[in-house]
Every structure is written in C-alpha cells, then in structure tokens.
C-alpha cells in the first residue's frame, strides 16, 4: 500500500498571563509553559496524524526570556519531521507586552508518537518537505532523532549496569 503523504500541519494559542500561571516574583512557570506547549503541540501533532498522539519526548526546551504576569503569549506549532509512527512538532512561544513588538520568549520539539485506541504506535503520512526552510527544519528534526537514538542507546546501558 502507497504511504499518504501530506504537507504540514500548525496549531496556535494565545494567552494573558495572570498570577495564577507565575512565581512569587510575577514571571511564568517554566511547568505551565511546557504544559500548554504540549497541548498546542498535541493538537497540531493529531490534526497530522488524524490519530491520537502521546508526548514521547521533548527535546532542547529553552526559556530565553522571562514572560510577565500580564503579558500576551502565542504559542505556535508545526510538524517538521515524520519517521514512520512518529512525528517532531516545532513549538514556539513569542510574548508582546503593551507594544506590538513580539519577543521569542521560548521554544522547544516535542515528539509524538501516533498510536490508536489501545495504545499501539501506528503508522503516519510522510511529510511532504518543498521550499528550503522545511528543507532546513527537516534536517533539524532529522538531527534531533539521530541524537535521541544515541541517547536511547546510553539510557540501555545505564540500565543494564544499574546506574
Ligand atoms: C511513546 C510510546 C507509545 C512508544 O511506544 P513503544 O512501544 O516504545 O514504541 P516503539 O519502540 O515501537 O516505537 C514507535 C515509534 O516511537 C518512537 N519513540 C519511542 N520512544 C520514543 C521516545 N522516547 N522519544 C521519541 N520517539 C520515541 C520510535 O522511534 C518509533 O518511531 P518511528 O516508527 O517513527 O521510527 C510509549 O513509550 C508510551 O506510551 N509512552 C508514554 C507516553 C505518555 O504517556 N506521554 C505523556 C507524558 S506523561
């Protein structure tokens, strides 16, 4: 059977912070932040798949710059890798106070694995990767699975020898 192919998905969110999502010193949780992340990242990961999808994996979360109770965040998410059950979705965080001017703020590539009503990882479209950023961020993704296949491996041998 031919593989579907399909081009990328996204997902978006904005946001107010408020006191309830920040630290006693009025920046957000790092926690939070990942939290709705995974969630824009979810959705963008299932609008792909067409299936449900699990968090595998977040792979170089950085907090760049401090987001402040009161300021509008967007979270935004693309798929930029596919393997054949799992996916890499690129999730991005800008934050705007009272200008326009919007700021990175965090960013982070989670990766999914599509799996259906049992729990099985199942199979997924490819992405179809055209103009040169896709290019690009293919070969980021593809970067980031070949390092999280060296990392698989020392996890094996960390348990092995009890580590
Ligand atoms: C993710 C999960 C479904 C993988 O199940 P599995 O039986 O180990 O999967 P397999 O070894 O058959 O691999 C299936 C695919 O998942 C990928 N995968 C498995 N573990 C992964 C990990 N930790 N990070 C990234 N990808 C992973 C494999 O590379 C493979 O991808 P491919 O088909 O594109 O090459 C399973 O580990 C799980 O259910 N984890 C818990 C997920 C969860 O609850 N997330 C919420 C956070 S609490």
Sequence with gaps: MTRLKRKTSVASSSMMV???DTNDFGTMYGGKLIEIMDMVGGICARRFTGTKAVTASIEDMQFNKPINKGDII??????IWTGNRSLIVKTKVTKEGYTEEKVICARAY???VAINMEGVPVGIPELIVESEKEIKNYNIGQEIRNRQMLEEKRFQIELEQNL
Excluded: Q
């Excluded at 967007?74 to 798929?79: G, L, M, N, T």
């Design 18 to 20: 408020f006191p309830n």
């Design 74 to 79: 967007e979270i935004s998410s693309k798929v």
């Design 110 to 112: 989670f990766c999914f």
